[in-house]
């Protein structure tokens, strides 16, 4: 999603390796400060070139794949996935595969094969006055993921759009398999369905639910069945929304949860409600919105059996933080945070916080492995211009995350520079 949230400041992709290569900075300048956790690749210029789409997948002999891609106002596209894999728990990453011409991939792991499923850009994408054309696009690898498919047409993996009259994209949002079917929301690109607030380009995304039976050929696009799209409707105080994850709710009803841009408060989500069947999508503005910590920035929910609660790692409005101007771009704290219904949210523990506006914690993706969660972080560290423009893809462990308390809180860290 980030690549269209930029289109205004005319972001565009570029693509490099350079795991610990060094940065440009002045001779006057300090070198900034090592993130916390583990780097796993980081930009090679700081001021152009940015990290996104965070995601990892555990695979079944416990070997970690992790994925990101570049943003940023360079030239000499390369619209690439690049895969990481760990051997050792996280602890040390390698490049070993680059997904061609597919951005902002969600890994999941199913029957056997590895699966990335992402966007694929159409020509005058890089424009925001042009048609974008762009199609969802899905990968598959079966050697854990070295090699990987090509979603050449509708057969092997092209799934939706790509057309004037059907531009759709999605973002690095989870994928749901539940009651034997795969699910993924997705957006149809549309009109601005604007007001005057800031991030008025948050309107034309318009939410899909988009859904497949576990053991079929998921790279057939024939396989899948999409949602019709819900519009935007203006409200005041709200920008817009994005990043939606597909859930099933306590009452066993399908819900597509929205990231709102309610920049002023920061504490609201939008549930659209899905048929069974995943064919019909409704959504009612009057009763649609639900509360919810860090709302306002993209979020990962999953469910804990072992809990029955809900769980995500959200950038949650520290109490220090309420007067910050811009809620949206506030993503110095990390918080865990649960719930039983998707509805009430309890701040569980602080992760990480720093007490400077430019970092963003941000964007994480996680699984749960026995007792801890295994995450990954598009990291806007020091030398990041912004909280937004991430310099750095990381990875984290959340060791015995469902004892966590505010006693377990990190301390708020203050650069000594």
Not at 24 to 49: M, Q, R, T, W
Not at 305 to 319: A, R
Not at 405 to 412: E, F, I
Request: aromatic share 12%; glycine share 8%; proline share 6%.
């Amino acid at each position: 999603m980030y690549f269209f949230r930029g289109l205004a400041s005319a972001l565009v992709s570029g693509c490099f390796f350079l795991l610990g290569a060094a940065c440009s900075f002045s001779e006057d300048a300090p070198a900034p400060e090592l993130p916390p956790g583990v780097i796993i690749d980081k930009s090679p210029d700081f001021a152009n070139l940015y990290l996104g789409s965070p995601c990892i997948e555990i695979l079944p002999d416990g070997t970690y794949i992790a994925t990101h891609d570049f943003f940023g106002p360079v030239e000499n596209l390369d619209l690439r996935t690049h895969v990481f894999e760990s051997k050792d728990k996280g602890q040390t990453w390698k490049l070993i595969a680059k997904i061609p011409n597919q951005r902002a991939s969600y890994l999941f792991y199913l029957n056997g094969a590895l699966y990335a499923i992402g966007w694929t850009p159409g020509e005058g994408f890089r424009d925001a006055t042009k048609d974008t054309m762009c199609a969802v696009t899905i990968s598959k690898s079966t050697d854990g993921g070295h090699t990987w498919t090509t979603p050449n047409d509708s057969k092997t993996g092209r799934l939706v759009g790509g057309t004037k009259d059907m531009s759709v994209f999605c973002d690095p949002a989870p994928v749901l398999i539940h009651n034997g079917r795969v699910w993924k929301e997705v957006e149809k690109m549309g009109d601005f369905n604007r007001d005057s607030k800031p991030r008025f380009y948050m309107t034309q995304y318009n939410p899909m639910c988009a859904s497949a039976p576990v053991d079929c050929d998921l790279l057939d696009a024939s396989n899948w069945t999409f949602s019709n799209y819900v519009p935007w409707v203006v409200q005041k105080d709200v920008h817009g929304w994005a990043e939606g994850n597909v859930l099933c709710t306590p009452e066993n009803k399908m819900i597509i949860q929205m990231r709102v841009d309610d920049a002023v408060r920061d504490g609201k989500g939008a549930q659209i409600q899905l048929s069974d069947d995943g064919k019909v999508a409704t959504w009612d503005p009057q009763t649609g919105f639900v509360e919810m910590p860090g709302g306002c920035k993209k979020f990962v929910i999953k469910y804990d059996e072992q809990t029955k609660k809900y769980w995500s790692l959200v950038n949650w409005i520290h109490p220090d933080d309420v007067d910050a101007p811009d809620k949206e771009r506030t993503r110095n704290t990390l918080a865990l945070v649960c719930s039983e219904d998707l509805k009430s949210w309890e701040i569980r523990n602080i992760v990480y916080r720093r007490a400077d506006l430019t970092i963003g914690f941000q964007y994480v993706d996680w699984r749960i492995e026995g007792d801890d969660l295994v995450c990954v972080c598009r990291l806007a560290w020091d030398g990041a211009h912004n909280c937004h423009d991430a310099n750095y893809f990381t990875f984290f462990r959340l060791k015995d995350f469902r004892n966590l308390t505010r006693k377990d809180d990190a301390p708020t860290w203050i650069s000594p520079k």
